[in-house]
């Protein structure tokens, strides 16, 4: 009977193992980003005005711990997406500075989330990773203010890319001066899987 006894006991510390281990993926969520209702906006200041415009997020997921932790997934924006307005500086916009054709995505490849995002109402977390525009990888941090509700989440955060110094043509010219860096605001809407 004695015997009996201990060989429950590994069968219960197995059994405990099995369960803590299928429960450990439940932890982690996808955010499945919708395009449609996302929007990744940029200003750029220059000596006649400042120009606004926007571009195209492409679909795309990311995958974290809502209490923080490792990440991955990515946020892809179409390079030649790119619009302000003006049809000629769009143009030389995507050929000569970003060089579309041959750098066609903008991506953004989270590694670490530091904070927590609250599965309801607001959150302010940090997303680490890398950006990786014009073929050269940056490594990012990014502010993340979000929002859920239900299983709709929408999350915004700004940046500045220092676009001439990753190795982007310079488009001022002689009147022209426009600023070495490019104010971007990512607002992002998905689903919480």
């Known amino acids: 009977m004695r015997n009996r006894k201990f060989l429950y006991v590994p069968i219960v510390l197995m059994l405990a193992l099995l369960c803590s281990a299928a429960l450990a993926p439940l932890q982690s969520k996808t955010l499945q980003i919708d395009p449609a209702q996302s929007k990744v906006q940029f200003t750029v200041d220059s ?14 997921s990311i995958q974290f711990d809502p209490a923080g932790g490792d990440a991955s997934g990515q946020l892809v924006v179409n390079a030649a997406s790119g619009e302000s307005d003006s049809k000629s500086r769009d143009r030389r916009m995507t ?11 903008i991506t953004f490849t989270p590694q670490k989330m530091k904070g927590t995002l609250a599965l309801s109402g607001p959150s302010q977390f ?22 859920v509700q239900g299983n709709s989440v929408s999350a915004d955060t700004s940046f500045d890319i220092p676009y001439i110094q990753w190795g982007m043509k310079n488009p001022s010219t002689f ?12 607002h992002a809407v998905g689903q919480l899987k």
């Open 175 to 186: 009147i022209l001066r426009v600023n070495d860096k490019v104010q971007i605001h990512i």
């Open 95 to 105: 050929k000569e500075i970003l060089e579309a054709d041959k750098y066609p995505d």
């Open 47 to 60: 000596t006649l005005h400042t120009v606004h415009g926007s571009f195209q997020l492409k679909p795309g």
């Open 126 to 147: 940090q997303l680490e990773g890398v950006m990786t525009l014009h073929g050269q990888n940056h490594p990012m941090t990014l502010d993340v203010k979000a929002a």
